[in-house]
């Protein structure tokens, strides 16, 4: 398989079958996280544009459709840097509905939420799992690296309010913690609660290789603390909290390329 892989183990959806809308050979996106396990970003890029056809990931999707129903839990947008980059996004969702009832997610950075096009289509899927990593500017160019100066965060979140008030589904903060941003649980708890997800994520770079360490689970559950005002309303999980699950994967090596080797 070209375009599909896994299904991978998530610690937040279960068995996740992924969808690389980009597959491009290298890491294709708007930002370059200090702890992407993709590690650096050879096209950096916020334009979106075709990078696989359509109806090359449907037939990938028509082949496996028998296997997706017996050994996924989720369809997942992910792979090799931003989904929102592919600009058949929408119609790649539609797609994936001729072919299985499994429930559709993305992981994204967020940065395209300031396109009302991308929050349409965004809007057809099922869980939009967003990335918030920084409470001021300053942090998320520290922390994020966006690849261009006109990446402002305040407007990302801006669009991010626009989709929380315009969006039906799932929405999920995902905030990877690291040692640069460690002491911004507060801020950004505050953030959380002004954008009002549904899920709060609260992550540390676990899988390998990455460029930084990931935090312990006792400097984690400290952090966890500072999000139990956000409760029962929103609901608040940890990395480390949730359990690993076995799956059998299609293509091991495929899986490799775009996750790391390691858990």
């Known amino acids: 398989m070209r375009y599909l892989y896994g299904p991978v183990a998530s610690w937040r959806l279960g068995r996740s079958l992924g969808v690389d809308i980009l597959s491009t050979a290298e890491k294709t996106c708007s930002f370059e996280c200090v702890y ?19 109806d090359a990931i449907e037939r990938e ?13 989720v369809i997942t947008f992910a792979g ?12 790649v969702v539609d797609a994936i509905r001729r072919h299985t009832r499994k429930p559709i997610a993305i992981l994204t950075n967020a940065a395209l939420m300031t396109d009302k096009t991308v929050r349409e289509e965004l809007k057809k899927l099922d869980v939009v799992i967003a ?3 920084a409470p001021d500017q300053a942090m998320f160019e520290a922390v994020n690296r966006p690849v261009s100066a006109e990446i402002k965060l305040d407007e990302i979140i801006a669009g991010l309010k626009e989709f929380r008030r315009e969006y039906r589904g ?5 905030l990877m913690f690291v040692v640069a941003n460690r002491a ?8 959380a609660a002004e954008l ?3 899920e709060v994520q609260l992550n540390t770079p676990l899988r390998r290789p990455c460029g930084v360490k990931p935090l312990p689970g006792e400097e984690m559950k400290q952090i966890e603390k500072q999000f139990e005002q956000l409760k029962p309303e929103i609901e608040v999980i940890s ?6 699950l076995d799956v059998w994967a299609i293509d091991k090596g495929a899986v490799i390329r775009r996750r790391g080797a390691g858990d």
């Open 36 to 54: 992407c396990q993709l590690g650096r970003t050879v096209t950096k890029t916020t334009d979106r544009r075709v990078f696989v056809p359509t």
């Open 61 to 73: 999707l028509q082949a496996l459709a028998p296997v997706i129903e017996e050994t996924a839990d």
């Open 80 to 91: 090799m840097g931003e989904p929102t980059l592919g600009a058949n996004l929408g119609e």
């Open 131 to 133: 990335k918030l990593d």
């Open 239 to 244: 990395v480390y909290e949730r359990m690993k």
């Open 196 to 198: 009002q997800p549904d």
């Open 170 to 174: 799932r929405l999920c903060l995902q």
């Open 184 to 191: 911004s649980g507060a801020e950004l708890a505050r953030s």
